[in-house]
C-alpha cells in the first residue's frame, strides 16, 4: 500500500483536499445524515441522541454495555493465543485521555449508531506512524470522533468536521487509513428502538402530567342561577384547594361534578412503563435485572443472577468483538497478533460455582492447582512445581532447609 506522507509531491497533492477553510463567521453547511452513502434513508425513522438519554432504563443500559466493557484490559495474544506485553497504543490509543473513557465512549457509539470512530491527526507525517518507513506502518495514537462529526464515507476516503479555534467547523476530506472504523451489527438502537424510545417519552409525559394534575379532568356544571365570571373563577379556585387538601370535596344543591377521561391507575400507566422496560432490555439485549426491572413474579437466587451475569456477558460480545477484531488489523497490532478483552474478572460472578467447576477440572485432569491459582490471580503454593523449575515453585520452608 503506498502511504501519502511518504513523498513530499503525494503529501502536496492531497494538501489542497485536506486543508481548512479559512475561518468565518458562518457555519459550513452540516450534512444531516452522518453515514451518507451508507445507510440511505438513516433519519426517516430515528431518536436523537439527547432525547434518547433521557430515558433512564435506555441510558442504564448503554451504561452497563459501555461501562462495563470500558473497565477490562485490552490483551495482546500473539500466534500461539499466548499474553505478550501490549503494546503502548493498546494501553493508552489517546494520550491526552484515560484508556477506560475512550473505550466506553466508543462502546457508546456502536450502542447507539452501529459505528465509531478513532482519527490519526498525524496521518500526513512519519511521526504519526509507527514503523513509518515500512510498508505496513501502524497508528501511533489516535482521538475519537463522534458519529455525527462524520459527514460521509465512501470508498476513497472520509470527509468529517473538524474545529477551528472559534469552534466553527469545516467540513475534511482524509483518507482511508486515517480513520480507525468500528462497526457492530447489533447496534443502530437510536433507529431500532426508535418506536421503543419515542413510545417511553410519552409514557414520561403522561406521567409529569398526572402529577400536576393526579386527578381526571372535572367538569363543574350549574343548575342555579347564572354566575358571573369572577364568581366562577372563586368557585374554580376553591374546589381545586379543597380537593389539594383533602379527598372529598361539598358543593351545594344546584352544581353538579362530571370527570372526563382516566386516571392513571385505570390506564394501566404503571404497567405500561414496565412494560417499555422490558421492551428495551429485549432490544439491547441487557437483562431486565440490570434495569431495576425484574421479571414479574420472579424471585432472585445464585443460580438466575449468575445467569443474567452470563447473559450480560452474551449481550457485551458483539461490541467487544468489533473492537477487539479491528484493532487485531496490520495497521495497529501487525501480522500474527491479535487483540482481546481480559474477560476473566468480569466473568467470576458465583464463589461456589468457580470452586465446583476448577475442583471438576483439577480431578479431570485438565487444569492443575497452580493453573487455577494464576487464573484467579493468586500468588502461587510454595514448593508447587512449576516451568523451568520441577523440584518447586516459589522458595519455602522445606526448600530452605529450614524445618528438614
Given at each position: 500500500?503506498?502511504?501519502?506522507?511518504?513523498?513530499a509531491?503525494?503529501r502536496?497533492?492531497?494538501?489542497?483536499?485536506?486543508?481548512?477553510a479559512?475561518?468565518?463567521?458562518?457555519?459550513?453547511?452540516?450534512?444531516?445524515?452522518?453515514f451518507?452513502?451508507?445507510?440511505?434513508?438513516?433519519?426517516?425513522t430515528h431518536?436523537?441522541?439527547?432525547?434518547?438519554?433521557?430515558?433512564?432504563?435506555?441510558?442504564?443500559?448503554?451504561?452497563?454495555?459501555?461501562?462495563?466493557?470500558?473497565?477490562?484490559?485490552?490483551?495482546?495474544?500473539?500466534?500461539?493465543?499466548k499474553?505478550?506485553?501490549?503494546?503502548?497504543?493498546?494501553?493508552?490509543?489517546?494520550?491526552?485521555?484515560?484508556?477506560?473513557?475512550?473505550?466506553?465512549?466508543t462502546m457508546?457509539?456502536?450502542?447507539l449508531?452501529?459505528?465509531?470512530?478513532?482519527?490519526?491527526?498525524?496521518?500526513?507525517?512519519a511521526?504519526?506512524?509507527?514503523?513509518?518507513?515500512?510498508?505496513?506502518?501502524?497508528?501511533?495514537s489516535?482521538?475519537r470522533?463522534a458519529?455525527?462529526?462524520v459527514?460521509?464515507?465512501?470508498h476513497?476516503?472520509?470527509?468529517i468536521?473538524?474545529y477551528?479555534?472559534?469552534?466553527?467547523?469545516?467540513?475534511?476530506?482524509?483518507?482511508?487509513?486515517a480513520?480507525?472504523?468500528?462497526?457492530?451489527?447489533?447496534?443502530?438502537?437510536?433507529?431500532d428502538?426508535?418506536?421503543?424510545?419515542?413510545?417511553?417519552?410519552?409514557?414520561e409525559?403522561a406521567?409529569?402530567?398526572?402529577?400536576?394534575?393526579?386527578?381526571?379532568?372535572?367538569?363543574?356544571q350549574?343548575?342555579?342561577?347564572?354566575?358571573?365570571?369572577?364568581q366562577?373563577?372563586?368557585?374554580?379556585?376553591?374546589y381545586?384547594?379543597?380537593?389539594?387538601q383533602?379527598?372529598?370535596?361539598y358543593t351545594?344543591?344546584?352544581?353538579?361534578?362530571?370527570?372526563?377521561?382516566?386516571?392513571?391507575?385505570?390506564?394501566?400507566l404503571?404497567?405500561a412503563?414496565?412494560?417499555v422496560?422490558l421492551?428495551?432490555?429485549?432490544?439491547?439485549?441487557?437483562?431486565?435485572l440490570?434495569?431495576?426491572?425484574g421479571?414479574?413474579?420472579?424471585?432472585h437466587?445464585?443460580?438466575?443472577?449468575?445467569?443474567?451475569?452470563?447473559?450480560l456477558?452474551?449481550?457485551?460480545q458483539?461490541?467487544?468483538?468489533?473492537?477487539?477484531?479491528?484493532?487485531?488489523?496490520?495497521?495497529?497490532?501487525g501480522?500474527?497478533?491479535?487483540?482481546?478483552?481480559?474477560?476473566?474478572?468480569f466473568?467470576?460472578v458465583d464463589?461456589?460455582y468457580?470452586?465446583?467447576l476448577?475442583?471438576?477440572?483439577?480431578?479431570?485432569?485438565?487444569?492443575?492447582?497452580?493453573?487455577?491459582?494464576?487464573?484467579e490471580?493468586?500468588e502461587?503454593?510454595p514448593?508447587?512445581?512449576?516451568?523451568?523449575?520441577?523440584?518447586?515453585?516459589?522458595?519455602?520452608p522445606?526448600?530452605?532447609g529450614?524445618?528438614?
Amino acid at each position: 500500500m503506498a502511504w501519502p506522507f511518504l513523498t513530499a509531491a503525494q503529501r502536496e497533492a492531497r494538501a489542497p483536499e485536506q486543508a481548512p477553510a479559512e475561518p468565518s463567521d458562518v457555519a459550513a453547511p452540516r450534512a444531516l445524515d452522518p453515514f451518507a452513502g451508507i445507510i440511505p434513508g438513516y433519519y426517516d425513522t430515528h431518536i436523537e441522541r439527547h432525547q434518547a438519554m433521557t430515558v433512564p432504563a435506555f441510558r442504564r443500559a448503554v451504561q452497563v454495555i459501555a461501562g462495563s466493557l470500558g473497565q477490562l484490559k485490552l490483551a495482546q495474544l500473539d500466534s500461539a493465543n499466548k499474553n505478550v506485553v501490549p503494546i503502548p497504543f493498546l494501553r493508552q490509543p489517546d494520550p491526552k485521555r484515560t484508556t477506560q473513557v475512550i473505550i466506553s465512549q466508543t462502546m457508546e457509539d456502536l450502542c447507539l449508531w452501529g459505528a465509531a470512530y478513532w482519527y490519526n491527526p498525524r496521518w500526513a507525517t512519519a511521526d504519526g506512524w509507527r514503523f513509518s518507513g515500512s510498508s505496513t506502518p501502524k497508528h501511533k495514537s489516535v482521538e475519537r470522533i463522534a458519529p455525527e462529526d462524520v459527514a460521509l464515507v465512501r470508498h476513497d476516503g472520509y470527509t468529517i468536521y473538524r474545529y477551528d479555534s472559534k469552534g466553527v467547523q469545516h467540513p475534511v476530506k482524509v483518507p482511508l487509513e486515517a480513520i480507525i472504523m468500528f462497526e457492530a451489527p447489533s447496534g443502530h438502537w437510536l433507529r431500532d428502538g426508535s418506536r421503543t424510545l419515542q413510545t417511553a417519552q410519552l409514557l414520561e409525559d403522561a406521567v409529569r402530567t398526572y402529577a400536576k394534575t393526579p386527578l381526571p379532568q372535572v367538569v363543574i356544571q350549574n343548575a342555579g342561577p347564572r354566575k358571573t365570571p369572577q364568581q366562577v373563577q372563586e368557585l374554580l379556585s376553591s374546589y381545586e384547594a379543597s380537593r389539594s387538601q383533602r379527598s372529598t370535596a361539598y358543593t351545594g344543591r344546584d352544581l353538579s361534578i362530571t370527570s372526563l377521561g382516566f386516571d392513571a391507575q385505570q390506564i394501566a400507566l404503571s404497567e405500561a412503563r414496565a412494560q417499555v422496560v422490558l421492551d428495551i432490555a429485549r432490544m439491547t439485549g441487557v437483562p431486565s435485572l440490570y434495569l431495576s426491572q425484574g421479571i414479574q413474579n420472579s424471585s432472585h437466587s445464585y443460580s438466575n443472577l449468575t445467569q443474567q451475569r452470563l447473559d450480560l456477558w452474551a449481550a457485551m460480545q458483539p461490541f467487544a468483538h468489533a473492537i477487539e477484531q479491528r484493532l487485531s488489523f496490520d495497521d495497529v497490532t501487525g501480522q500474527g497478533y491479535t487483540v482481546a478483552f481480559d474477560m476473566s474478572s468480569f466473568l467470576r460472578v458465583d464463589p461456589m460455582y468457580r470452586a465446583d467447576l476448577y475442583a471438576k477440572a483439577i480431578t479431570s485432569g485438565w487444569m492443575t492447582v497452580e493453573e487455577v491459582r494464576a487464573f484467579e490471580q493468586l500468588e502461587p503454593t510454595p514448593n508447587a512445581p512449576g516451568p523451568g523449575d520441577p523440584d518447586g515453585g516459589i522458595e519455602g520452608p522445606n526448600r530452605t532447609g529450614t524445618t528438614g
